[in-house]
């Protein structure tokens, strides 16, 4: 069968896990700006960090809450917002 309109990976975790994963690594791309991963998880780490930037640059507070909801840490966030996409 072909695997039309399904979007993503599943990474072979359920949701929750995945979501967590995905988290923890736009996180740790934003702190260090550099990780080490494999390439399925680094594909999904891409889509999730370039709308993280997205929201960055459009830089009101509607966007910045936006982006917290996405990664709930807000250093990662305040470096968004002020360093990668001003």
Same mark, same amino acid.
């Given at each position: 069968?072909? +695997?039309? !309109?399904?979007?993503?990976?599943?990474? +072979?975790? %359920?949701?929750?896990? !995945? *979501?967590?994963?995905?988290?923890?690594? *736009? +996180?740790?791309?934003?702190?260090?700006?550099?990780?080490?991963?494999?390439? $399925?998880?680094? @594909?999904?780490? !891409? *889509?999730?960090?370039? @709308?993280?930037?997205?929201?960055?640059? @459009?830089? &009101?507070?509607?966007?910045?809450?936006? $982006?917290?909801?996405?990664?709930? &840490? +807000?250093?990662?966030? @305040?470096? *968004? %917002? =002020? =360093?990668?996409?001003?």
């Amino acid at each position: 069968m072909a +695997s039309h !309109r399904i979007a993503g990976r599943k990474l +072979s975790r %359920f949701r929750d896990q !995945r *979501v967590a994963l995905l988290r923890g690594l *736009v +996180s740790e791309l934003i702190i260090h700006e550099r990780i080490t991963t494999t390439l $399925a998880k680094a @594909k999904e780490t !891409r *889509v999730m960090a370039e @709308k993280l930037i997205t929201h960055g640059k @459009k830089g &009101n507070l509607h966007h910045r809450r936006l $982006a917290m909801a996405q990664v709930p &840490n +807000s250093r990662v966030v @305040k470096k *968004v %917002f =002020d =360093d990668v996409a001003p």
